[in-house]
Nanobody, 123 residues
Framework: QVQLVESGGGLVQAGGSLRLSCCDS????????MGWFRQAPGKEREFVAA????????YYTDSVKGRFTISRNNAKSTLYLQMNSLKPEDTAVYYC????????????????WGQGTQVTVSS
């Protein structure tokens, strides 16, 4: 069972950076492909990035390519999202999630979700 807790969100000015973390308190982190999703007010949850259990495959949505970096440390059961050059449109609640699927799996394939962390980017 994966139990996910996100941290690292906050308020930042446009152009700034934040690093999100997602810690798994269970013992099966290495079994899962992990993903980051976000949901802005009034909008549907959208995919941001995903990484396979070994880190060999990574996939980003186009809007964050070149600005965000997903990574993981399996020894620490922790997933990261380094966010640089932040824009006001990146404002959202960010969720980490786990799936047995691939980096291209839809949100419906993710079986465990964290509670989310708020990221607010001011202009």
């Amino acid at each position: 069972q994966v139990q996910l807790v996100e941290s690292g969100g906050g308020l930042v000015q446009a152009g700034g950076s934040l690093r999100l973390s997602c810690c798994d308190s269970g013992r099966t982190f290495i079994s899962f492909t992990m993903g980051w999703f976000r949901q802005a007010p009034g909008k549907e949850r959208e995919f941001v990035a995903a990484i396979t259990n070994s880190g060999a495959a990574i996939y980003y949505t186009d809007s964050v390519k070149g600005r965000f970096t997903i990574s993981r440390n399996n020894a620490k059961s922790t997933l990261y999202l380094q966010m640089n050059s932040l824009k006001p449109e990146d404002t959202a609640v960010y969720y980490c999630a786990a799936t047995y699927g691939s980096v291209w799996s839809p949100a419906s394939a993710y079986i465990n979700w964290g509670q989310g962390t708020q990221v607010t980017v001011s202009s």
